[in-house]
């Protein structure tokens, strides 16, 4: 059994007519039970739930507030290399892209890590496009150990066999972020032209793969804008509970990056609005109170400030997505991101709204 | 009146100990243990970040507070007893509250491999609180073994749902002889109260605390609380003694 058959039982199912039957009463009613099921779930993220926001957020504080109290975990990514054989729509690093393409030095890695541990932050989630050979296996771990010096780190990397991940967490990996991008399995054809990435059932369940390998903290999400927010968001929180339930000893947590705009053109299908963005972030909270969820500076400064009472856990901080960002010229960026602010201004106004920067999470054993 | 309370080689005052995750910024720690006149404040060691001293919790913790540095994070036995060396390793003192949680859904401890943490670091000379469900064969366990007390939860961690374990909490506070401390559950400090009520050695709050409106003032509330509970406890413990007087006043006519 794979996710992927949760996603089969519900891929047909008639949202539309499930949504035209439900009642302000019925959205009341939901926000006010202590364990929601996944339809109860599917519409906290109906239309007729929209006017339920103001209920939802409460109830979703006190629940955050419960589960993680008033820190705010922080981490910083660092884009190791932008080597990708694989072309997708909506990716400035795609392997058509005439960009630049580097990977940094295992001491040029060093250097970005003392760079970021100066700021004070400890934890890093390092990326790479998918390149098995511009930057393999070996690389990534080799890097691990360089940063582990400084800092404990997650990985947002291609997909991996339970083997490789069992190697990188034996080398001091303590989380993984993959997102499947899009769950419906048709577009996820249409925009992943080629390269590996391609084959739908193997990224899909490569978070489980990273749980068997026993893998801290597991971080999900689908990129918001290529189908329908609503049955996307839908199909995060039940590969988030699905893990959840299966993997209980491994945390989860659900991103919701939203689309940026990048190098090439690709139009969104659908734009995710603030409103709906919100909607999204409590029901999720509500279906999964244990979960974290990550907001990155994808987002706009004064929104990330706004939805910090709603569900979040963790946020990203001093963010570049250039490789080699901090200690060399930025002249590789995956996507431009919005809230540009220094760590030291994040921890200033995470203090003022009452939050508690978290910099350092775990301890590498 | 002195009433006294011994843990290992520490004789305690207080009967409030406070937990330092979940507060809306560090220093406020320290006005908590002010107000709270906590004694044993735990701390998890995954978040202790030693280089930075404004960073660092323990920073915020007074030298006459007895440190109790928890694993948290640990999923089983093995990581627990590797996160109580590099507590005391980093000299955070040889007290160490076992949490070893393989389920993050709910944050139930996993009791067995809590044993067998427990039972590692007593030999290791550690002083051993384990966190656990309340199990009597267990916590019997946890005794022979060597725990110095044992924290049974009231409720989930965070759920400040009150002690719904109570009926289990008394069996233990009948049968065990190590300290019982309330761990986890308590949400008001009417609960905190009522868990020395009912003969609970201590108490255990953090969420309760940290994420009041305002947790300087909530500190004080527990201490009252927990206070009050200690002495209707000890008064209660006065009225049977009574029964037990030898002056005999309702039967001494048959003599
Ligand atoms: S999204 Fe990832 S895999 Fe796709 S082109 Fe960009 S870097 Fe490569």
Same mark, same amino acid.
């Given at each position: 059994?794979?996710?992927?058959?949760?996603?089969?039982?519900?891929? #047909?199912?008639?949202?539309?007519?499930?949504?035209?039957?439900?009642?302000?009463?019925?959205?009341?009613?939901?926000?006010?039970?202590?364990?929601?099921?996944?339809?109860?779930?599917?519409?906290?993220?109906?239309?007729?739930?929209?006017?339920?926001?103001?209920?939802?957020?409460?109830?979703?504080?006190?629940?955050?507030?419960?589960?993680?109290?008033?820190?705010?975990?922080?981490?910083?990514?660092?884009?190791?290399? #932008?080597?990708?054989?694989?072309?997708?729509?909506?990716?400035?690093? #795609?392997?058509?892209?005439?960009?630049?393409?580097?990977?940094?030095?295992?001491?040029?890695?060093?250097?970005?890590?003392?760079?970021?541990?100066? $700021?004070?932050?400890?934890?890093?989630?390092?990326?790479?496009?998918?390149?098995?050979?511009?930057?393999?296996?070996?690389?990534?771990?080799?890097?691990?150990?360089?940063?582990?010096?400084?800092?404990?780190?997650?990985?947002?990397?291609?997909?991996?066999?339970?083997?490789?991940?069992?190697?990188?967490?034996?080398?001091?990996?303590?989380?993984?972020?993959?997102?499947?991008?899009?769950?419906?399995?048709?577009?996820?054809?249409?925009?992943?032209?080629?390269?590996? %990435?391609?084959?739908?059932?193997?990224?899909?369940?490569?978070?489980?793969?990273?749980?068997?390998?026993?893998?801290?903290?597991?971080?999900?999400?689908?990129?918001?804008?290529?189908?329908?927010?609503?049955?996307?968001?839908?199909?995060?929180?039940?590969?988030?509970?699905?893990?959840?339930? %299966?993997?209980?000893? $491994?945390?989860?947590?659900?991103?919701?990056?939203?689309?940026?705009?990048?190098?090439?053109?690709?139009?969104?299908?659908?734009?995710?609005?603030?409103?709906?963005?919100?909607?999204?972030?409590?029901?999720?909270?509500?279906?999964?109170?244990?979960?974290?969820?990550?907001?990155?500076?994808?987002?706009?400064?004064?929104?990330?400030?706004?939805?910090?009472?709603?569900?979040?856990?963790?946020?990203?901080?001093? $963010?570049? $997505?250039?490789?080699?960002?901090?200690?060399? %010229?930025?002249?590789?960026?995956?996507?431009?991101?919005?809230?540009?602010?220094?760590?030291?201004?994040?921890?200033?106004?995470?203090?003022?709204?009452?939050?508690?920067?978290?910099?350092?999470?775990?301890?590498?054993? | 009146?002195?009433?006294?309370?011994?843990?290992?080689?520490? /004789?305690?005052?207080?009967?409030?100990?406070?937990?330092?995750?979940?507060?809306?910024?560090?220093?406020?720690?320290?006005?908590?243990?002010?107000?709270?006149?906590?004694?044993? *404040?735990?701390?998890?060691?995954?978040?202790?970040?030693?280089?930075?001293?404004?960073?660092?919790?323990?920073?915020?913790?007074?030298?006459?507070?007895?440190?109790?540095?928890?694993?948290?994070?640990?999923?089983?036995?093995?990581?627990?007893?590797?996160?109580? !060396?590099?507590?005391? /390793?980093?000299?955070?003192?040889?007290?160490?509250?076992?949490?070893?949680?393989?389920?993050? !859904?709910?944050?139930?401890?996993?009791?067995?491999?809590?044993?067998?943490?427990?039972?590692?670091?007593?030999?290791?000379?550690?002083? *051993?609180?384990?966190?656990?469900?309340?199990?009597?064969?267990?916590?019997?366990?946890?005794?022979?073994?060597?725990?110095? /007390?044992?924290?049974?939860?009231?409720?989930?961690?965070?759920?400040?749902?009150?002690?719904?374990?109570?009926?289990?909490?008394?069996?233990?506070?009948?049968?065990?002889? *190590?300290?019982?401390?309330?761990? /986890?559950?308590?949400?008001?400090?009417?609960?905190?109260?009522?868990?020395?009520?009912?003969?609970?050695?201590?108490?255990?709050?953090?969420?309760?605390?940290?994420?009041?409106?305002?947790?300087?003032?909530?500190?004080?509330?527990?201490?009252?609380?927990?206070?009050?509970?200690?002495?209707?406890?000890?008064?209660?413990?006065?009225?049977?003694?009574?029964?037990?007087?030898?002056?005999?006043?309702?039967?001494?006519?048959?003599?």
């Amino acid at each position: 059994m794979s996710f992927y058959e949760v996603y089969n039982q519900y891929k #047909n199912m008639d949202f539309e007519g499930y949504f035209s039957k439900l009642t302000e009463n019925d959205i009341h009613r939901i926000i006010n039970k202590d364990k929601i099921s996944a339809l109860e779930f599917l519409a906290l993220l109906s239309p007729v739930a929209k006017g339920s926001l103001e209920l939802m957020a409460r109830k979703a504080n006190v629940l955050t507030k419960q589960n993680f109290g008033k820190a705010m975990i922080l981490y910083t990514p660092l884009y190791l290399g #932008n080597y990708c054989v694989n072309q997708c729509a909506y990716c400035g690093f #795609n392997v058509n892209n005439p960009i630049p393409r580097k990977k940094l030095a295992l001491d040029e890695v060093e250097l970005e890590a003392k760079a970021i541990a100066d $700021t004070g932050l400890r934890h890093i989630l390092i990326l790479t496009g998918e390149s098995r050979k511009g930057t393999s296996v070996d690389y990534i771990e080799e890097c691990v150990k360089v940063i582990n010096k400084y800092a404990t780190v997650s990985i947002e990397i291609y997909p991996l066999e339970q083997e490789e991940y069992e190697r990188l967490i034996k080398a001091g990996v303590d989380g993984l972020t993959l997102y499947q991008e899009v769950y419906n399995e048709q577009i996820y054809d249409e925009i992943h032209i080629r390269g590996p %990435k391609k084959d739908y059932l193997n990224r899909l369940n490569a978070p489980e793969r990273a749980c068997k390998a026993k893998m801290r903290n597991v971080n999900i999400g689908a990129l918001l804008g290529l189908d329908d927010w609503e049955k996307e968001a839908f199909f995060t929180g039940l590969h988030g509970q699905y893990l959840q339930d %299966k993997y209980a000893d $491994t945390e989860i947590s659900v991103s919701l990056p939203r689309m940026r705009p990048h190098a090439g053109a690709f139009t969104p299908k659908v734009n995710v609005d603030d409103k709906s963005f919100v909607q999204i972030m409590l029901a999720l909270r509500l279906f999964m109170p244990r979960a974290g969820i990550t907001i990155s500076t994808r987002e706009e400064p004064e929104f990330r400030e706004n939805v910090l009472p709603l569900g979040v856990t963790k946020m990203s901080a001093g $963010t570049t $997505t250039a490789v080699g960002g901090r200690t060399q %010229k930025e002249d590789t960026v995956q996507f431009d991101t919005s809230d540009k602010r220094t760590v030291d201004e994040i921890k200033e106004m995470l203090l003022s709204k009452g939050y508690q920067p978290v910099f350092k999470d775990w301890q590498l054993l | 009146m002195s009433d006294i309370f011994r843990i290992g080689d520490k /004789a305690l005052n207080s009967r409030l100990f406070i937990g330092t995750g979940k507060f809306p910024r560090k220093p406020m720690i320290q006005e908590v243990i002010e107000s709270s006149k906590s004694e044993v *404040v735990t701390v998890a060691l995954r978040r202790i970040d030693f280089d930075v001293k404004e960073e660092n919790v323990l920073t915020y913790i007074p030298e006459s507070c007895v440190l109790m540095p928890n694993t948290s994070g640990a999923r089983n036995a093995d990581e627990a007893v590797r996160i109580a !060396k590099l507590a005391r /390793a980093a000299g955070c003192g040889n007290w160490i509250k076992i949490e070893v949680i393989a389920d993050n !859904k709910y944050l139930l401890p996993d009791n067995l491999e809590t044993l067998k943490a427990t039972e590692i670091l007593v030999k290791e000379g550690f002083v *051993v609180l384990p966190y656990m469900s309340p199990d009597l064969a267990m916590a019997k366990r946890m005794e022979d073994v060597g725990a110095a /007390a044992v924290m049974p939860l009231g409720a989930p961690i965070g759920s400040n749902r009150g002690i719904k374990t109570k009926e289990l909490v008394r069996i233990l506070i009948d049968e065990i002889k *190590v300290p019982i401390i309330v761990d /986890a559950g308590i949400g008001k400090p009417s609960e905190a109260a009522e868990a020395m009520e009912m003969g609970c050695d201590a108490v255990l709050v953090n969420t309760a605390i940290a994420t009041a409106a305002n947790p300087v003032q909530m500190g004080r509330a527990f201490a009252l609380a927990v206070e009050a509970g200690r002495q209707a406890y000890l008064a209660g413990t006065a009225v049977e003694t009574q029964y037990a007087n030898a002056s005999s006043p309702l039967t001494g006519f048959l003599d």
